[in-house]
């Protein structure tokens, strides 16, 4: 992450449960079977990334310039501290096989990758969620 990707901006709490509404739908369309795998797991790194982005925001900050993704998953961990490290670097690897699954082929990811970034983005989410209530409760309902 660049040294001035972090910009120091307020959140309030319908930002954060506009985003989290987002995530609720990327991760509920990262389950619907009749999608391709490789559709699926790009909503089930969207949904990762937008629980990403709530920490950042939270946080009262927003990423800016062009690596968005990258340098929002690198916050992570030093936003939250090491209980987000193990998530932010799964979601990492995750963002570069989206990238190719999204732009390069078909067919680079299957079923099992799709659980188990599922898997850890649900985690994540518990995580987040923990966090929020712990750090920022004045965000969530």
Do not use: C
């Amino acid at each position: 992450m660049s040294s001035d990707a972090l910009e120091p901006l307020g959140t309030s709490r319908q930002e954060v449960g506009e985003m989290l509404e987002r995530y609720r739908t990327a991760l509920q369309d990262a389950h619907v079977s009749e999608q391709s795998v490789d559709g699926r797991y790009v909503d089930a790194y969207t949904a990762g990334f937008l629980l990403a982005k709530v920490v950042v925001r939270a946080s009262g900050y927003r990423i800016k310039g062009g690596e968005n993704h990258h340098d929002t998953l690198l916050a992570v961990p030093w936003l939250m501290g090491t209980e987000g490290q193990a998530s932010a670097d799964a979601l990492n690897a995750a963002r570069k096989r989206r990238n190719a699954a999204m732009y390069d082929a078909v067919g680079l990811v299957d079923e099992p990758d799709v659980a188990a970034l599922l898997r850890r983005v649900e985690a994540f989410d518990a995580l987040v969620r923990a966090w929020l209530s712990r750090e920022h409760p004045e965000l969530v309902e």
